[in-house]
């Protein structure tokens, strides 16, 4: 084999290794999506469940004000989902259009909505009269189940975060580990090229200046 060939070779080992290294990397990332997507799966699993329990209250609510009762719970229950479903649009379009800032702050995003749900029922509460008019109870409950949801998101936001922090880094060490042990095989490689150079009596320094 001559001495192009025996570079030639070990360039194409090296590039080989990198490849892999590369698809590990994607692999991971595979993952990392496909934990996200079940994180989506969940949400909308407990919107169900809200949803179902709103029809199951309407259910056994009293003859007497029915009507009022399914008025408060209905549409502050919709109103409540359609603004919570907006909020987490909103910043997930935002997580993604804005991933080196906005991104990079999930937890942070994702506090924003519940607090200022949880402001918003307070103040319903503190200024609601001795009479409750039927719009003054529809933004308590919608107000009520958005913070709830807020929260519920900020949980999951911050697991999340965790997770992906704890497989960020593991992945991180894997592959230095892994890089570090192609180099030092790379450099074995090397060595014996330049053994082997050495052996026919050409210099690895000459060879590399005549090409």
Same mark, same amino acid.
């Given at each position: 084999?001559?001495?192009?060939?025996?570079?030639?070779?070990?360039?194409?080992?090296?590039?080989?290794?990198?490849? %892999?290294?590369?698809?590990?990397?994607?692999? *991971?990332?595979?993952?990392?999506?496909?934990?996200?997507?079940?994180?989506?799966?969940?949400?909308?699993?407990?919107?169900?469940?809200?949803?179902?329990?709103?029809?199951?209250?309407?259910?056994?609510?009293?003859?007497?004000?029915?009507?009022?009762? =399914?008025?408060? %719970?209905?549409?502050?229950?919709?109103?409540?989902? =359609?603004?919570?479903?907006?909020?987490?649009? =909103? =910043?997930?379009?935002?997580?993604?259009?804005?991933?080196?800032?906005?991104?990079?702050?999930?937890?942070?995003?994702?506090?924003?909505?519940?607090?200022?749900?949880?402001?918003?029922?307070?103040?319903?509460?503190?200024?609601?009269? *001795?009479?409750?008019?039927?719009?003054?109870?529809?933004?308590?409950?919608?107000?009520?189940?958005?913070?709830?949801?807020?929260?519920?998101?900020?949980?999951?936001?911050?697991?999340? %975060?965790?997770?992906?922090?704890?497989?960020?880094?593991?992945?991180?060490?894997?592959?230095?580990?892994?890089?570090?042990?192609?180099?030092?095989?790379?450099?074995?490689?090397?060595?014996?090229?330049?053994?082997?150079?050495?052996?026919?009596?050409?210099?690895?320094?000459?060879?590399?200046?005549?090409?």
């Amino acid at each position: 084999m001559s001495e192009a060939d025996t570079k030639l070779a070990i360039l194409e080992r090296q590039k080989q290794r990198m490849a %892999d290294l590369t698809k590990e990397n994607r692999d *991971q990332d595979t993952k990392l999506k496909a934990k996200d997507a079940e994180l989506e799966k969940a949400e909308k699993e407990q919107q169900r469940m809200e949803r179902e329990k709103a029809k199951l209250d309407k259910r056994v609510k009293h003859s007497s004000g029915r009507a009022e009762r =399914l008025a408060v %719970d209905g549409i502050g229950s919709t109103g409540a989902q =359609l603004l919570n479903f907006g909020e987490q649009a =909103l =910043l997930d379009y935002l997580s993604a259009a804005f991933p080196k800032s906005f991104g990079t702050h999930q937890v942070l995003s994702k506090s924003v909505p519940p607090m200022l749900a949880l402001t918003w029922y307070l103040v319903e509460i503190f200024t609601m009269g *001795q009479q409750v008019k039927l719009g003054k109870q529809m933004r308590i409950t919608a107000a009520n189940i958005l913070a709830n949801l807020g929260f519920v998101h900020l949980g999951q936001a911050y697991w999340r %975060d965790q997770d992906t922090k704890k497989a960020t880094a593991t992945q991180l060490g894997q592959s230095l580990e892994e890089i570090s042990s192609a180099k030092e095989s790379l450099q074995d490689e090397l060595d014996k090229a330049k053994a082997l150079l050495k052996a026919k009596g050409i210099a690895f320094g000459s060879v590399s200046g005549e090409e």
